[in-house]
């Protein structure tokens, strides 16, 4: 994420999932080598006002070397932490448990800033899987993001790459597209899908060109998927160590092809997803006119 230079931004409350979404914070602020600020946000008459100060600690630990500090804030936590991304590189937090609970909605912080933030926002759904002191956070496992031709679409494609080149891991870009003859179980075969497949993946080779040129180092992977782009996403979520999605930001020229996709995939994922918010559209068709 080259385009900002401010601190990696956590929000803590002091619960395993919180811990474990530090984790991950850590883990990019050492990798972008950016100061991590660990933020708590107290309600009411909280009177536990060391919390972030001992989540800071427990991650300079964890990141010996990283600059770390932290804040404790009293008033709404999804907008102290949006008032914090606009100088921000990155914001993460917590978001949906694990366990029998797997299917509520996610939290209220996680949903409000993955609708609207000024930077772009980490999402580490179950997060209490890495609160383990010797938990070890994916390191092979590839990025996935999805593409549709839209403003977010390319504001998630060069986050995408940004992310696969910093991890050293391989990039897939997936575009879904509707087909009127998909196999359903019980029906006739559907139609021929090999002509639209082979359009779908031109343009994604396309669309990805400007990207590969700036990181050739990455090894990337297009791939067309007849159906809808919330499940094809949901499914790669399972094989992915992290998920980049673009939501629609003021000023976009090309809407994205459903609006609600992200918030879709946000509810369902298995992975870690990465929002791109606050980013200047790049290599956009009318962009490029």
Same mark, same amino acid.
């Given at each position: 994420?080259t ?6 931004v ?7 999932a ?7 914070a850590?883990?990019? !602020?050492?990798?972008?080598? *950016? ?12 009177a ?8 800071a ?27 914090l ?10 978001g949906r448990?694990?366990?029998p ?13 993955? #609708? *609207? ?6 999402i ?10 010797d938990?070890?956070?994916p390191?092979? #496992? ?9 403003d977010?679409?390319?504001r ?5 790459f940004e992310?696969a #080149? ?13 087909h ?5 179980p ?10 639209q497949q082979?359009?779908v ?5 396309r ?7 700036d990181?050739?180092?990455v090894?990337?992977?297009? *791939?067309?998927?007849p ?12 094989? #992915? ?20 996709v ?6 369902? !994922? ?20």
């Amino acid at each position: 994420m080259t385009y900002r230079y401010g601190p990696v931004v956590c929000g803590v409350d002091g619960s395993p999932a919180s811990l474990g979404a530090l984790r991950w914070a850590a883990d990019e !602020a050492c990798r972008c080598t *950016r100061m991590l600020l660990v933020v708590t946000v107290l309600a009411g008459d909280d009177a536990d006002g060391d919390i972030a100060a001992r989540a800071a600690a427990e991650a300079g630990r964890w990141r010996v070397g990283t600059a770390v500090t932290a804040e404790t804030h009293r008033g709404e936590p999804a907008e102290v932490l949006r008032s914090l991304a606009g100088g921000a590189r990155l914001v993460v937090v917590g978001g949906r448990g694990s366990g029998p609970a797997d299917e509520r909605p996610m939290g209220s912080v996680s949903q409000a800033l993955g #609708a *609207r933030a000024d930077a772009p926002v980490l999402i580490v759904h179950a997060a209490e899987r890495w609160a383990a002191p010797d938990a070890t956070l994916p390191r092979t #496992a590839p990025v996935v993001t999805g593409f549709d031709g839209s403003d977010s679409g390319h504001r998630a494609l060069r986050l995408a790459f940004e992310e696969a #080149a910093a991890r050293g891991v391989r990039l897939a870009v997936i575009q879904a597209w509707p087909h009127p003859h998909l196999w359903h179980p019980g029906s006739a075969r559907g139609g021929d899908l090999g002509p639209q497949q082979h359009a779908v993946r031109e343009a994604l080779a396309r669309a990805t060109a400007r990207w590969r040129a700036d990181f050739p180092m990455v090894d990337v992977e297009v *791939r067309s998927e007849p159906g809808e782009a919330v499940h094809a996403l949901v499914v790669a979520s399972q094989w #992915a160590g992290l998920l980049v999605v673009g939501t629609r930001c003021p000023g976009d020229h090309v809407p994205p092809a459903g609006a609600s996709v992200a918030q879709r995939v946000l509810e369902y !994922a298995a992975c870690p997803v990465l929002i791109a918010h606050g980013q200047v559209a790049a290599a956009t068709p009318h962009a490029a006119a």
